[in-house]
């Protein structure tokens, strides 16, 4: 790569790690790249004022113009993926700045920022206890200014937001008082200040939205899932093929599961027998150890089937989901170890208490589900999933793409690995394929709603039927379609990139197997399909193989 060209591409890295220290040093913030300089600035706080957003953006316009110019007379094919990447990043993030402004219409942004960021400050590899309280002390400092730019800020604010911000204010009173009854007497001392004045503008912050009158959902619908799909994700399908490719598999599951179940119990439903369906050993087990014990015999096998000669180290901590976390982050998660550093741990998030706002129906339901789906929920979560495909990016020696996530690409995989526990028999009981069955209908309905709803092919009660056709209750779907409105083009990750993995797979990994098309997925970052695509024809075409028939044309 030529020298100019690594500075520039420093350089954006360095200007976003600046701009957003906290988010780009979490994986909470999936529009930003991973900026591996944040580590630098554990001790500062993003500035959401208007001013620095709009320079933000004008900046970001400046590097994606330098990026389309080298992008025009670049020859190599891995360096012009470099630059196509780097667009896709910056156009994700100017469709969150300029065209979606979340930061005027979303809460959680501010609360996020606020206690991810202490959260790193305590947290995260110090050179000295001395350095881990002096930054957690910078960081408590700036919480109440991060609660005032939101208050002047935040114009109208959707209801789903709202209602998951109280939720989450709720959930950060409790992580401050817990972080500060943990700390020793003479740091709790130094810091007490601090903590007072962070405790009084959360409360001020939770006085201010119980004041606001929240806007219906539907009155601010984002418009820009399109370009979403096309920018920032880098698909080449529009909205209508990945909504037909939902509905494929929706029905295809649908099926399924009714032929699993006429062999299993002719009498019986598939819902029934999913929900009768007891844990039996794993019911006995607290959830730390089950998933503790899951991942790694996921580990053994995998690496002996379809990931022959993947390298990677350790396996995560598991744990219980941090608490200002645990209203925002689904029952089982995975989040990244942010630098290389050996002392920084990757974690698997667990939440087993059941929350303020759940019913004793819904939490009972949900504990059964945690259970009853162990298997799947490990290997998405960690080996092979997100754990395996983080710590790969991490290693990659490219810094365009150990820094670049893709939602596409992330979800997609995740998904992809987790049918594999029943393709590749590690679990080949019926019921555990009925299990496998009902979560794949789930996330096809995901699919669906994401598009449907955003888009105007669904009504929130057909989103309702899919949900509870897919074997959730009216509480848990409603639930579930608040969340996925939060994150709008998110749900439909899943099946969208598990669907384009699966096609790639048919058409190159025949001559290869499975085992090296894996690791050339894995070692080539989280690209757009069609950038996948075109290494897997120079490779075939460097190895003088014919074309696969049914390989895309596609630009």
């Not at 970001?60 to 992008?71: H, I, M, V």
């Not at 360096?79 to 469709?95: F, V």
């Not at 598991?318 to 550093?341: E, H, I, M, N």
């Not at 080949?428 to 669906?448: E, I, T």
Request: aromatic share 10%; net charge negative; glycine share 6%.
């Amino acid at each position: 790569m030529p020298e100019s060209q690594e500075k520039l591409i420093e350089s954006y890295f360095d200007y976003l790690a600046k701009c957003f220290p906290v988010m780009c040093a979490s994986d909470e913030f999936h529009f930003l790249p991973r900026a591996a300089a944040a580590s630098r600035y554990y001790d500062r706080m993003e500035s959401i004022d208007p001013g620095c957003i709009e320079e933000c953006i004008l900046n970001l316009k400046e590097f994606q113009r330098d990026f389309n110019l080298l992008a025009s007379g670049e020859d190599d094919l891995e360096r012009r993926i470099d630059l196509e990447l780097l667009n896709s990043s910056i156009a994700g993030i100017l469709i969150e700045l300029e065209q979606n402004r979340f930061w005027r219409r979303d809460p959680l942004l501010y609360l996020k920022i606020a206690f991810i960021g202490l959260d790193h400050a305590l947290s995260k590899p110090a050179d000295s206890h001395e350095e881990t309280i002096e930054r957690t002390l910078a960081r408590l400092c700036a919480i109440p200014r991060l609660l005032q730019q939101a208050v002047l800020n935040l114009d109208r604010v959707p209801e789903t937001f709202h209602q998951a911000a109280l939720a989450m204010l709720n959930d950060c009173g409790r992580y401050l008082r817990e972080t500060e009854h943990g700390l020793t007497i003479e740091d709790a001392g130094r810091l007490s200040r601090a903590f007072e004045e962070a405790n009084s503008a959360l409360g001020a912050f939770g006085g201010y939205l119980g004041s606001l009158r929240p806007v219906p959902d539907r009155e601010l619908a984002v418009r820009s899932l399109e370009t979403t799909l096309r920018d920032r994700f880098g698909s080449v399908r529009n909205l209508s093929e990945v909504f037909e490719i939902a509905v494929e598999e929706w029905l295809e599951n649908l099926r399924e599961l009714e032929n699993l179940q006429k062999d299993l119990a002719p009498g019986k439903s598939w819902r029934e027998l999913y929900h009768d369906y007891p844990p039996g050993e794993a019911g006995a087990i607290d959830a730390i150890t089950l998933h503790q014990r899951e991942m790694e015999r996921l580990k053994h096998f995998f690496l002996s089937n379809g990931f022959r000669g993947v390298v990677v180290p350790g396996l995560p901590l598991v744990c219980q989901t941090p608490t200002y976390l645990q209203s925002v982050r689904g029952p089982a998660s995975f989040s990244a170890a942010f630098t290389k550093d050996g002392r920084e741990k990757d974690f698997f998030y667990i939440t087993t208490q059941a929350q303020h706002q759940w019913s004793d129906e819904i939490g009972e339901l949900r504990r059964k589900r945690f259970h009853r789906e162990h298997k799947f929920l490990a290997a998405h979560e960690t080996f092979p999933g997100h754990y395996l495909l983080d710590s790969t990016r991490r290693m990659l020696e490219n810094p365009v793409r150990s820094q670049i996530e893709s939602p596409l690409f992330y979800e997609g995989w995740a998904y992809y690995v987790e049918s594999l526990v029943t393709e590749y028999a590690y679990a080949d009981h019926p019921m555990d394929r009925l299990v496998d069955r009902k979560r794949r209908l789930w996330r096809a309905a995901r699919c669906q709603i994401d598009i449907g709803l955003n888009s105007g092919r669904l009504v929130p009660e057909e989103a309702m039927r899919l949900l509870t056709t897919a074997g959730f209750s009216p509480e848990e779907a409603r639930g579930q379609i608040d969340r996925f409105r939060l994150n709008p083009g998110y749900q439909l990750c899943y099946s969208l990139g598990r669907f384009e993995i699966l096609r790639l797979r048919e058409a190159y990994a025949g001559e290869m197997g499975h085992d090296a098309f894996h690791r050339l997925l894995l070692e080539g970052g989280e690209l757009p399909f069609h950038l996948i695509e075109k290494r897997l024809r120079r490779r075939d075409a460097d190895q003088g193989l014919p074309r696969p028939p049914n390989a895309h044309d596609r630009p």
